[in-house]
């Protein structure tokens, strides 16, 4: 079976500047996912969605992040201004029905802001 | 949101030896709680999961249990092995309406030949 797939791999910006990720989940998988890694963490959930509706964002940082899933399927994460906290591979998720099933994860996007 | 404290955040252990990493938590409607395996550089990756009516679950070399009443759950790895080391996360879901993991911060387990 098919992987999450993300791109790009690595992405180096200045802060203040405005980046873009993109995830295509497993086929089928109708819950959907972003969590952020900072070096040394575990990953902290950032959004969730089931098919094209949001189901948690509480810990997404509003003023500067954002997200879609356009059709259900593949997704984007925007971060406009970058700053350089933001630094942290971003990495995508995706499971058939919710946390009680396997989340699989993408490779993620390491994104340094300098 | 709920908080996951995991322990210890380094763990070195002779190849051939049993390890054990230890998680524990304070929601307790929290009822699922998986473990994952990430390689440096490679994305995280299930290796095994344990629901809230289970005590135990074994998988070959390595088992979860989980102790509701204490709030902790432990993952035990048996005659470990060079590619066992990697960073360990326990995480958990809770029994709010939202599905996303809550992981612990991991542990970095390294296997000395």
């Known amino acids: 079976e098919a992987g999450v797939a993300q791109s790009p791999r690595y992405k180096i910006i200045e802060k203040r500047q405005s980046v873009a990720f993109w995830c295509n989940p497993i086929?089928?998988?109708?819950?959907l996912y972003w969590y952020q890694q900072i070096l040394g963490q575990g990953p902290k959930l950032l959004i969730q969605?089931?098919?094209?509706?949001?189901?948690?964002d509480s810990q997404l940082p509003k003023d500067r992040f954002s997200a879609e899933r356009l059709k259900g399927v593949d997704s984007t994460l925007k971060i406009q201004p970058a700053k350089l906290e933001d630094s942290a591979v971003y990495l995508c998720?995706?499971?058939?029905?919710?946390?009680?099933?396997?989340?699989?994860f993408g490779q993620g996007t390491r994104l340094t802001v300098v | 949101g709920e908080n996951v404290e995991q322990h210890p955040s380094t763990l070195s252990v002779q190849e051939g030896d049993s390890a054990v990493i230890k998680c524990t938590y304070s929601?307790?409607?929290?009822?699922?709680f998986p473990w994952y395996k990430q390689e440096l550089g490679k994305r995280p990756q299930l290796i095994i999961d344990?629901?809230?009516?289970?005590g135990e679950k074994k998988d070959q070399r390595i088992a979860v249990t989980l102790n509701k009443t204490a709030k902790h759950f432990s993952l035990h790895i048996t005659e470990t092995q060079p590619e066992d080391s990697a960073v360990y996360f326990c995480?958990?879901?809770?029994?709010?309406?939202?599905?996303?993991?809550?992981f612990g911060k991991g542990t970095h387990l390294i296997i000395q030949p």
């Open positions: 998720a995706s499971s058939l029905g919710g946390g009680r099933t396997e989340a699989f």
């Open positions: 086929s089928g998988h109708a819950t």
């Open positions: 969605f089931q098919n094209n509706g949001v189901v948690d």
């Open positions: 929601d307790s409607a929290s009822n699922y």
């Open positions: 344990i629901r809230s009516n289970v």
């Open positions: 995480a958990l879901l809770s029994g709010g309406g939202a599905d996303g993991l809550t």
